[in-house]
């Protein structure tokens, strides 16, 4: 089904050095880049793009997760039978083994086995109801969960009572401490220093569309699970590991996903509940999971609590720069959050502390969300950074250009393409930065305002990724891979791709995503999925230019491919007749080398206004607007929905994001959209985003890098900084909400 071995149909790339020409710039479309409005916009809007829980499958059952209600303890009785007083119950199906915890994060280990009967977290799921209703399950679901039986231990619930415990993680995929020169002699000489403790809580990645599966089985024994998934390729690893089932046995699709901010960057309980449930009843099993259970089950951000500590010389280079960090997870999962990720390219300054400690705690597993580090580290950083400033008496702006080194401060690489401080002037010319005052210095009736800025910078990351391009007969392309597109844009920006290298109208190109029966993409996260699932249709379209040209007799730099025609030597032959019954080829891009003979990132400058309540001590975010430079835009407008959804996820960081856990059993006690305060319209004013013309050679051949998770980074902290000038108050727990103020 898919392979590389045939050299007339494959194009592989191994990123091991620059790549210093790319076609995208020769296409004669001009098409690439354009802000075109997404090619299955129609198909939401008007219903017809299927989501997990839309497949309409003969003969579905419904399944209803049952949650623990105690944080920490053992089953001693489950009564399944109550579920049989609810009409309309088949079964309830209980197999601890399987689904009490699967690794969210495909890590390289997995989670101990706890034992069949214990219990690691409140929600935890232990059972699941299958009803002939959607309404059965959830009522029979929630008698079962009201009646199981436990006898509780004692849990760790408070993070500050365990604080000190903090350590090492027990495994991790990237490093956790890194320590260079020596930072506490650096601060001891220093003539400035700051040190300050920031914390931030436990947050949900609350995507619109609840996680989703519905399971069926075939007579050959292969599963096929419509889910709401992120990363096909390896959610199908974890799927299959979780069922003892061999890889060619599972088949997933997602094709559309309503939001995903992490949450579903592996599988979930529900997946492997359905799949289990499907199995033993024979039919398929469709299991949505309620919104409060997507709080408790699947999997919360860390709270962090971050020490920074900075040394400066007088005119404010930085000599030392201590980041250290704890964060919360289970006990034996090596999941943290890299809340230092950013700090270790941002600034400059020879002596270096970044650490990442672990304590264990009985809360719900926790995971990666939307930029797992920065979207936390940089409120902690940035504030720090304009701290520092204040405490230099220099302007914010200023003490991050002294601080921008030439090449990587820790391992002595060049940087792929570095536009932080063109970002920053960008910035502040066109938010009116030269404006500012002295704190108190505007007061508008009962409001006090106030701009803050912000650097932001997140690493940019390169997937092996596959896809397969045909041109058929008609001169259609068809774009195929298991990539996911999860609101981000995915389907555009590939049909953008093909389109440019093939020389087709964007209608002529249709994109099929979100099935593992396709090549095996990059999946969406960490902000590689355009980028790296991009490269690969880039390829595979540069395969397929080397077969036109062979066909048309010429060079492939002697011929143009346009409006779906292929013209040289005074020739112009529709692209259809000249590949006969279709042609096709298949792209895979992996990293190599030049990931590590550069640091590679995106970078940019939030600026915010706001204004603070002089009585209730409120804050209202006036306006913000953010300058990001990420190599190639391929697509201005889906690249700026990124921006303004990251901007906004950085509104709710700073003043209104929260997972409270219950002191007595780790309970996440606001896990509704009601009471988890995520920004709605009247918190979020016209942001605006503007990107600077930018290429990296040595991330990809298409010399794009990532832009999801940018937005994010540093926002929140351009708030809190504009706080601070409107009023002189400086807040270090995050979210900044009034009762901290006043
Ligand atoms: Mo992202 S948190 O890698 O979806």
Redesign the pocket.
């Known amino acids: 089904m898919f392979g590389l071995g045939d050299k007339n149909s494959s194009n592989s790339l191994v990123m091991n050095t620059a790549h210093p020409d790319s076609l995208l710039d020769k296409g004669a479309q001009d098409v690439i880049g354009k802000p075109i409005s997404r090619i299955d916009g129609p198909l939401k809007v008007s219903g017809h793009a299927a989501y997990a829980a839309e497949y309409g499958l003969a003969n579905v059952a419904y399944g209803f997760l049952v949650g623990s209600t105690v944080g920490k303890g053992k089953i001693t009785e489950l009564h399944a039978e109550v579920a049989r007083e609810v009409p309309g119950v088949i079964d309830v199906v209980v197999d601890y083994k399987t689904f009490l915890r699967n690794s969210q994060q495909g890590g390289e280990k997995k989670a101990p086995t706890q034992g069949v009967e214990n219990v690691d977290y409140v929600g935890e799921p232990v059972a699941i109801v299958i009803a002939e209703t959607y309404e059965a399950a959830r009522d029979a679901a929630e008698r079962v969960r009201l009646a199981v039986e436990y006898q509780e231990q004692e849990g760790r619930y408070s993070f500050n009572a365990y604080r000190e415990e903090a350590k090492k993680p027990p495994y991790n995929n990237i490093p956790s401490h890194y320590d260079q020169g020596d930072v506490e002699k650096a601060l001891a000489e220093a003539p400035v220093t700051l040190d300050r403790t920031y914390t931030t809580p436990s947050q949900n990645s609350a995507a619109m569309e609840p996680h989703a599966s519905i399971a069926s089985w075939d007579d050959d024994g292969r599963l096929t699970l419509y889910a709401s998934l992120?990363m096909l390729s390896s959610d199908r690893q974890q799927l299959a590991d979780a069922l003892g089932l061999k890889l060619d046995k599972v088949r997933l699709v997602a094709r559309y996903v309503g939001g995903?901010?992490?949450s579903k960057?592996g599988i979930a309980p529900e997946s492997v509940a359905a799949a289990i449930a499907a199995k033993k009843l024979g039919r398929p099993v469709k299991v949505v999971m309620a919104r409060q259970q997507v709080f408790e089950a699947t999997v919360r951000r860390s709270n962090t609590e971050q020490r920074i500590r900075l040394g400066a010389n007088a005119d404010g280079t930085l000599t030392a720069i201590a980041h250290e960090t704890i964060c919360s997870n289970l006990p034996g999962e090596g999941y943290f959050e890299p809340a230092g990720q950013s700090t270790h390219f941002m600034y400059g300054g020879k002596n270096r502390l970044i650490t990442h400690d672990l304590v264990e705690l009985d809360w719900m597993l926790s995971g990666?969300?939307?930029?797992?580090g920065e979207a936390v580290g940089m409120l902690a950083l940035e504030t720090a950074m304009d701290e520092l400033a204040e405490t230099l008496g220099m302007d914010p702006i200023e003490l991050r250009r002294r601080n921008d080194p030439d090449k990587d401060p820790e391992k002595n690489v060049p940087y792929s393409s570095r536009m932080l401080t063109q970002c920053m002037d960008k910035g502040a010319e066109l938010f009116g930065w030269s404006e500012r005052r002295e704190a108190l210095g505007d007061r508008r009736g009962d409001w006090f305002h106030g701009i803050g800025m912000a650097g932001a910078g997140r690493s940019n990351i390169l997937m092996k990724s596959a896809a397969k391009v045909t041109v058929d007969g008609q001169g259609h392309a068809i774009v195929e891979t298991d990539m996911t597109d999860i609101g981000t844009g995915t389907y555009t920006i590939l049909a953008q791709i093909a389109a440019e290298m093939l020389g087709l109208p964007i209608e002529d190109v249709t994109v099929h995503l979100g099935d593992t029966d396709a090549p095996p993409g990059a999946g969406?996260?960490?902000s590689w999925g355009a980028t790296s699932s991009g490269s690969s249709v880039y390829l595979a379209c540069e395969a397929l230019q080397k077969q036109i040209a062979d066909k048309m007799g010429v060079e492939v730099g002697a011929m143009t491919l346009k409006d779906g025609r292929v013209i040289a030597e005074n020739r112009s032959v529709p692209l259809a007749e000249l590949v006969g019954d279709g042609i096709n080829a298949t792209g895979q891009v992996a990293p190599g080398l030049q990931a590590k003979l550069t640091t590679q990132a995106s970078y940019g400058a939030h600026f915010a206004e706001v204004a603070v309540n002089a009585i209730t001590g409120e804050t209202r975010v006036v306006r913000m607007l953010g300058v990001f430079a990420a190599g190639r835009i391929l697509n201005e407008k889906t690249a700026r929905s990124q921006c303004l959804g990251g901007m906004t996820f950085g509104i709710g960081a700073a003043l209104t994001e929260e997972v409270v856990h219950d002191p007595r059993n780790g309970k996440v006690v606001n896990h509704d959209l009601a009471e988890y305060h995520v920004p709605v319209n009247a918190d979020v004013p016209a942001l605006e985003v503007h990107f600077l013309d930018e290429r990296d050679v040595h991330a990809n051949p298409i010399h794009a890098k990532g832009i999801g998770?940018l937005g994010i980074c540093g926002a929140g902290a351009a708030i809190a900084n504009a706080i601070n000038n409107a009023v002189g108050v400086r807040m270090r727990d995050y979210p900044l909400t009034l009762d901290k103020l006043l």
Request: hydrophobic share 30%; aromatic share 8%; glycine share 28%.
């Open positions: 992120q995903g901010f992490g960057l990666s969300m939307r930029a797992p969406s996260g960490g998770e």
